[in-house]
């Protein structure tokens, strides 16, 4: 399996209780994310036995869960006041995704105006083959409007630096129609 190398330009802060980013959910991915220097947001996470559906398979609701935060979050790259809330998320599953996994997503904004954005990304397994893609539109709008009382504070919103400067995700394999495998 080749791996491909991307430079960090900085991880983005996490909430304690979210489902998908929450360090303190219990049964949360407690997922990182990293702005690329592609313009893309990275999502790492690592998949337990309770986020099953059918044994050894993640839930397909946990995988879009997965990807509409990806998409969502990407907005922020450069301009930390912007917030997205879905307004539709189409999903296709391709491949089934393990747990006890590490896996990966990818989300990026492929158009905006004012008041909305659209985003896609994937779900990438470690052997390279994407498992999931999704679309989403998206509302941009105030932290303020989205959540009740102070959400910037420490118990709730916080930095959870560490020194990635590079990061290594594996090299997506995409089938073409006249492969026969």
């Not at 158009?111 to 994937?122: A, Y």
């Not at 083959?129 to 539109?137: D, L, R, S, Y």
């Amino acid at each position: 399996m080749s791996l491909l190398k991307y430079k960090v330009l900085k991880k983005q802060n996490i909430g304690r209780q979210c489902i998908v980013c929450g360090n303190e959910n219990n049964l949360g991915l407690k997922s990182d994310f990293y702005e690329l220097e592609t313009g893309e947001l990275l999502c790492v996470c690592n998949t337990k036995e309770y986020h099953q559906s059918y044994p050894g398979r993640v839930h397909g609701g946990i995988s879009a869960a997965i990807l509409d935060e990806t998409i969502g979050r990407a907005v922020s790259i450069g301009n930390e006041e912007v917030w997205g809330v879905t307004v539709s998320l189409e999903i296709k599953y391709k491949k089934p995704v393990p747990t006890d996994a590490k896996i990966y997503a990818i989300g990026r904004i492929d158009s905006e105006n004012r008041r909305l954005f659209e985003g896609s990304g994937e779900i990438i397994l470690e052997n390279g083959e994407i498992a999931a893609t999704a679309h989403g539109k998206y509302m941009k709008m105030d932290i303020n409007k989205i959540a009740e009382g102070d959400f910037f504070n420490e118990k709730e919103w916080f930095e959870n630096p560490d020194d990635v400067e590079e990061i290594e995700i594996p090299d997506v394999k995409i089938k073409k129609k006249n492969d026969k495998k």
